[in-house]
């Protein structure tokens, strides 16, 4: 279809719909508080009560004749589809770079913990707990060097390290990586510290922008208005859309496509734009007008030839050269790889990213990498959600205030400006007319204009109607996929939390999640929550959620999936990256430490001609003892013994003490099964548009085992996941077992008999996990498909707070350290 065709001008605005019926009688707005003793919010003749200043109001929409308003509504047109939501670039094996911050100590050298003494315990081993309760990082310098690995001596500043570090410091001040128009959109120079841009002058640039696009017609912006503008307005254009020609936006459709899908971007799926917004969007995008210009000198200094073309060797001796060059140009896991091998292929990768299979790349190339790799930065900032900032509007029917109080609790302590619609009646009522009664809910939209749309059981039946007939087209959260949702639309970000215990709307999984593809990719997320197979003593661990879906109250697991409805980065990365935040922080500190990728993982690796006598080497040729004063020592001690802040889902927590700690270097496993398997599911989320992150899609896990030394002596496949299950009764179905909390593996049959000393052992592991689904005790070994090709990486038990991950590849874990202990 052309791409004038798709541009009615009549069906943009909001509200411009078919002539409905007028209705007399229209609904009355009370604002009250919401809290103790209040009346049923909303209620005609409800008692007035003194607003809170520190709580925020509940708007409440019922039906009363006091302060009616009129109101016309449209006869239930579907609205016009336009655009398509444009999926970002596939980067290959390249990632986003890391901005250069401040740092202490020289190149390579391994930041620092406050150790305090420690040493082999009375018995013999490390200390009981791990290391002491507060771990500060030491003062930067080379006292963070670390007593084992390389030594590294720190090099004079070279003139490329001068121009990198000016980029970079303009990078990481501005919140990190330039963002995608950092070379194209020219904002005036501010007074902030290093040119930055001032946040007045934005604002300022961007009210005139604003101003010139609505020219006064109203304080919101219309989809109509900013592609008009566009059209008609070279200066909104460069602005908004640079590079592109705004007079032929009806004649480029990639032009065209990119106007609408920035249109979503900054609306978030909503029909217009308030300017606040539309502000948001460009400071989020603000950077130094000169950093073109340090990024040109940059490009200067790799261009040894001066020919303003850069062939892969040049890049690969810039990268050698100079170790912020390599900084800024390889992802954080590849920055100190010491391997000629592995560093050509990651230089290799980068430089396939930026030209393809060119012999050369030139100055706009090297800036287009940037401009690319900006957007996937988006979502590795990761900014926190504002929940104090954030309007959620409840449909009151079938959210459970009543029957299911502990659901209302949880929405109301989670910090969001809270508003409700209620005085309207159940649409599963005979004779309902939901045409009457929508309208009750778009005005509450309207009034409301919230960030979320939020509804339960038969309050569902609403929402679908408000897709249906474009009254809402903003993130969503709908707990009890109702039987009228068969279809989500495009573009809107989605979550659907059900459960298999459901007995008022019982849908199977696999029907839900045919569901969940028909919305927009990488914005819908099913949160699951399922039943595990029974155990041989006829016990069933874990049940899944009946109709009040009694899983989202602990762990603040409610106010996690309304979070992630909003984020935009999409639901689902967005609630696993939340899977962290149950860790203890000490803990994770001490796995960014130990590194969430194969090649970081490495960093405490040694060979024979470099053993000493305090790295003694066991009888196992693969095993290596680690110093107990040692740091490496100390970080898998934490990772061991730290607990999680959620309670065990399986019982009570077992004090244990670490006797030994030895770590496993397998080239072979590593090289053949783990690198490879890494690689490829990097490569999986990257082509489904999701950003591949460490420690996200990457775990330090625990592995009992009764056969420890055949796992770790396997040259080529340590784990055999088809073959496994069998001794937890595979309540999951097939695959191998990980544990989130070590005490969960010590607590049950997994270690096999104890040693004649009362010891047992245990591996801990760098499991590269991906995505991952809720576990199905009917599966054989085939995870779910994700996004067509593309299937699961792993299963868990819970995707509120996993403590039990199953991985069905044998190159998804590496065991990384033995520890031998006591409990």
Same mark, same amino acid.
């Given at each position: 279809?052309?791409?004038?065709?798709?541009?009615?001008?009549?069906?943009?605005?909001?509200?411009?719909?078919?002539?409905?019926?007028?209705?007399?009688?229209?609904?009355?707005?009370?604002?009250?508080?919401?809290?103790?003793?209040?009346?049923?919010?909303?209620?005609?003749?409800?008692?007035?009560?003194?607003?809170?200043?520190?709580?925020?109001?509940?708007?409440?929409?019922?039906?009363?004749?006091?302060?009616?308003?009129?109101?016309?509504?449209?006869?239930?047109?579907?609205?016009?589809?336009?655009?398509?939501?444009?999926?970002?670039?596939?980067?290959?094996?390249?990632?986003?770079?890391?901005?250069?911050?401040?740092?202490?100590?020289?190149?390579?050298?391994?930041?620092?913990?406050?150790?305090?003494?420690?040493?082999?315990?009375?018995?013999?081993?490390?200390?009981?707990?791990?290391?002491?309760?507060?771990?500060?990082?030491?003062?930067?310098?080379?006292?963070?060097?670390?007593?084992?690995?390389?030594?590294?001596?720190?090099?004079?500043?070279?003139?490329?390290?001068?121009?990198?570090?000016?980029?970079?410091?303009?990078?990481?001040?501005?919140?990190?990586?330039?963002?995608?128009?950092?070379?194209?959109?020219?904002?005036?120079?501010?007074?902030?510290?290093?040119?930055?841009?001032?946040?007045?002058?934005?604002?300022?640039?961007?009210?005139?922008?604003?101003?010139?696009?609505?020219?006064?017609?109203?304080?919101?912006?219309?989809?109509?208005?900013?592609?008009?503008?566009?059209?008609?307005?070279?200066?909104?254009?460069?602005?908004?859309?640079?590079?592109?020609?705004?007079?032929?936006?009806?004649?480029?459709?990639?032009?065209?496509?990119?106007?609408?899908?920035?249109?979503?971007?900054?609306?978030?799926?909503?029909?217009?734009?308030?300017?606040?917004?539309?502000?948001?969007?460009?400071?989020?995008?603000?950077?130094?007008?000169?950093?073109?210009?340090?990024?040109?000198?940059?490009?200067?200094?790799?261009?040894?030839?001066?020919?303003?073309?850069?062939?892969?060797?040049?890049?690969?001796?810039?990268?050698?050269?100079?170790?912020?060059?390599?900084?800024?140009?390889?992802?954080?896991?590849?920055?100190?790889?010491?391997?000629?091998?592995?560093?050509?292929?990651?230089?290799?990768?980068?430089?396939?990213?930026?030209?393809?299979?060119?012999?050369?790349?030139?100055?706009?190339?090297?800036?287009?990498?940037?401009?690319?790799?900006?957007?996937?930065?988006?979502?590795?900032?990761?900014?926190?959600?504002?929940?104090?900032?954030?309007?959620?509007?409840?449909?009151?029917?079938?959210?459970?205030?009543?029957?299911?109080?502990?659901?209302?609790?949880?929405?109301?302590?989670?910090?969001?400006?809270?508003?409700?619609?209620?005085?309207?009646?159940?649409?599963?009522?005979?004779?309902?007319?939901?045409?009457?009664?929508?309208?009750?809910?778009?005005?509450?939209?309207?009034?409301?204009?919230?960030?979320?749309?939020?509804?339960?059981?038969?309050?569902?039946?609403?929402?679908?109607?408000?897709?249906?007939?474009?009254?809402?087209?903003?993130?969503?959260?709908?707990?009890?996929?109702?039987?009228?949702?068969?279809?989500?639309?495009?573009?809107?970000?989605?979550?659907?939390?059900?459960?298999?215990?459901?007995?008022?709307?019982?849908?199977?999984?696999?029907?839900?999640?045919?569901?969940?593809?028909?919305?927009?990719?990488?914005?819908?997320?099913?949160?699951?929550?399922?039943?595990?197979?029974?155990?041989?003593?006829?016990?069933?661990?874990?049940?899944?959620?009946?109709?009040?879906?009694?899983?989202?109250?602990?762990?603040?697991?409610?106010?996690?999936?309304?979070?992630?409805?909003?984020?935009?980065?999409?639901?689902?990365?967005?609630?696993?990256?939340?899977?962290?935040?149950?860790?203890?922080?000490?803990?994770?500190?001490?796995?960014?430490?130990?590194?969430?990728?194969?090649?970081?993982?490495?960093?405490?690796?040694?060979?024979?001609?470099?053993?000493?006598?305090?790295?003694?080497?066991?009888?196992?040729?693969?095993?290596?003892?680690?110093?107990?004063?040692?740091?490496?020592?100390?970080?898998?001690?934490?990772?061991?013994?730290?607990?999680?802040?959620?309670?065990?889902?399986?019982?009570?927590?077992?004090?244990?003490?670490?006797?030994?700690?030895?770590?496993?270097?397998?080239?072979?496993?590593?090289?053949?099964?783990?690198?490879?398997?890494?690689?490829?599911?990097?490569?999986?989320?990257?082509?489904?548009?999701?950003?591949?992150?460490?420690?996200?899609?990457?775990?330090?896990?625990?592995?009992?085992?009764?056969?420890?030394?055949?796992?770790?002596?396997?040259?080529?496949?340590?784990?055999?996941?088809?073959?496994?299950?069998?001794?937890?009764?595979?309540?999951?179905?097939?695959?191998?077992?990980?544990?989130?909390?070590?005490?969960?593996?010590?607590?049950?049959?997994?270690?096999?008999?104890?040693?004649?000393?009362?010891?047992?052992?245990?591996?801990?592991?760098?499991?590269?996990?991906?995505?991952?689904?809720?576990?199905?005790?009917? #599966?054989?070994?085939?995870?779910?498909?994700?996004?067509?090709?593309?299937?699961? #990486?792993?299963?868990?038990?819970?995707?509120?707070?996993?403590?039990?991950?199953?991985?069905?590849?044998?190159?998804?874990?590496?065991?990384?350290?033995?520890?031998?202990?006591?409990?």
């Amino acid at each position: 279809m052309a791409a004038a065709a798709r541009l009615p001008s009549a069906h943009f605005d909001a509200g411009m719909m078919p002539p409905g019926p007028t209705y007399t009688q229209a609904p009355a707005v009370y604002v009250t508080p919401q809290g103790p003793g209040s009346p049923s919010p909303g209620a005609p003749g409800g008692r007035a009560l003194p607003m809170n200043p520190s709580q925020p109001p509940v708007m409440s929409v019922g039906s009363g004749p006091c302060g009616a308003f009129p109101g016309s509504m449209g006869s239930g047109m579907t609205p016009l589809h336009l655009g398509s939501s444009v999926a970002p670039p596939t980067l290959g094996s390249c990632g986003t770079p890391v901005g250069l911050g401040a740092g202490g100590g020289p190149p390579g050298a391994m930041p620092g913990f406050n150790l305090g003494p420690s040493g082999p315990a009375a018995a013999g081993g490390y200390p009981p707990g791990g290391p002491s309760a507060q771990m500060p990082m030491a003062a930067p310098g080379p006292t963070t060097q670390a007593a084992v690995g390389p030594s590294f001596a720190a090099a004079p500043a070279s003139p490329v390290t001068s121009q990198v570090t000016a980029v970079s410091t303009a990078v990481a001040k501005a919140g990190g990586l330039p963002t995608r128009s950092f070379v194209l959109r020219s904002l005036p120079r501010g007074s902030g510290p290093n040119g930055q841009v001032d946040d007045a002058e934005v604002a300022k640039e961007a009210q005139n922008i604003f101003d010139r696009i609505v020219k006064g017609e109203s304080d919101t912006m219309s989809r109509l208005q900013f592609i008009r503008a566009l059209v008609d307005d070279k200066t909104v254009a460069s602005f908004v859309l640079p590079g592109i020609d705004g007079a032929r936006l009806f004649e480029d459709e990639d032009a065209h496509e990119a106007a609408h899908h920035l249109f979503n971007d900054i609306s978030r799926g909503r029909r217009r734009i308030r300017f606040n917004e539309f502000l948001a969007n460009f400071q989020n995008s603000k950077t130094k007008a000169s950093n073109a210009t340090e990024l040109r000198e940059v490009f200067d200094l790799f261009d040894v030839n001066k020919d303003n073309r850069i062939s892969r060797h040049e890049l690969l001796l810039a990268v050698k050269r100079d170790q912020k060059v390599r900084d800024l140009m390889l992802r954080e896991s590849e920055a100190n790889l010491e391997e000629e091998e592995e560093l050509s292929d990651a230089v290799d990768d980068v430089y396939k990213a930026i030209c393809g299979d060119s012999k050369y790349f030139d100055f706009a190339d090297f800036v287009g990498y940037f401009r690319s790799i900006a957007k996937l930065q988006a979502c590795a900032l990761h900014q926190p959600i504002i929940r104090s900032e954030k309007r959620v509007l409840i449909i009151g029917p079938g959210f459970g205030a009543q029957l299911n109080p502990a659901q209302t609790q949880a929405v109301m302590q989670g910090g969001f400006q809270v508003h409700w619609v209620h005085g309207i009646p159940n649409p599963e009522e005979a004779e309902f007319d939901m045409l009457r009664h929508v309208s009750t809910v778009k005005e509450a939209i309207n009034n409301t204009r919230p960030d979320l749309l939020m509804c339960g059981s038969k309050g569902g039946g609403y929402v679908v109607a408000c897709w249906k007939m474009g009254f809402w087209r903003g993130p969503t959260l709908m707990i009890n996929a109702h039987p009228q949702c068969q279809e989500l639309p495009a573009d809107l970000p989605i979550v659907i939390t059900h459960g298999d215990q459901d007995p008022v709307y019982p849908r199977p999984r696999a029907e839900l999640e045919a569901l969940i593809a028909t919305g927009s990719p990488n914005m819908c997320f099913l949160y699951y929550s399922s039943t595990s197979g029974r155990l041989a003593s006829g016990h069933t661990p874990r049940m899944g959620d009946q109709h009040n879906m009694a899983s989202l109250i602990p762990f603040e697991t409610l106010p996690r999936l309304m979070e992630s409805a909003l984020s935009p980065e999409g639901p689902e990365l967005h609630m696993m990256r939340t899977w962290l935040e149950r860790l203890h922080p000490q803990r994770v500190e001490a796995e960014k430490h130990l590194g969430y990728t194969p090649q970081k993982m490495k960093q405490f690796w040694i060979s024979p001609k470099r053993l000493s006598a305090t790295m003694a080497r066991s009888d196992n040729g693969n095993l290596y003892d680690v110093p107990a004063q040692s740091l490496e020592a100390q970080l898998v001690s934490t990772v061991f013994t730290a607990q999680a802040k959620d309670p065990s889902t399986y019982g009570s927590v077992p004090s244990l003490r670490i006797v030994r700690i030895q770590r496993i270097e397998n080239a072979g496993q590593e090289d053949a099964g783990v690198i490879p398997y890494y690689n490829s599911v990097r490569g999986s989320c990257e082509s489904m548009g999701v950003e591949f992150v460490p420690g996200v899609h990457t775990r330090w896990l625990f592995h009992g085992s009764s056969a420890i030394d055949s796992i770790i002596s396997n040259p080529i496949q340590g784990f055999q996941p088809l073959a496994s299950g069998t001794q937890g009764e595979a309540v999951w179905g097939k695959g191998t077992y990980f544990a989130r909390d070590a005490s969960y593996v010590a607590a049950g049959p997994f270690c096999g008999a104890r040693a004649p000393d009362g010891t047992r052992r245990m591996l801990v592991c760098l499991v590269t996990t991906g995505m991952s689904c809720a576990g199905d005790p009917a #599966n054989f070994g085939v995870l779910p498909v994700r996004r067509a090709p593309h299937r699961y #990486n792993s299963s868990v038990d819970s995707l509120s707070s996993p403590e039990i991950f199953i991985i069905q590849h044998p190159g998804a874990a590496y065991p990384a350290y033995v520890v031998t202990f006591l409990g």
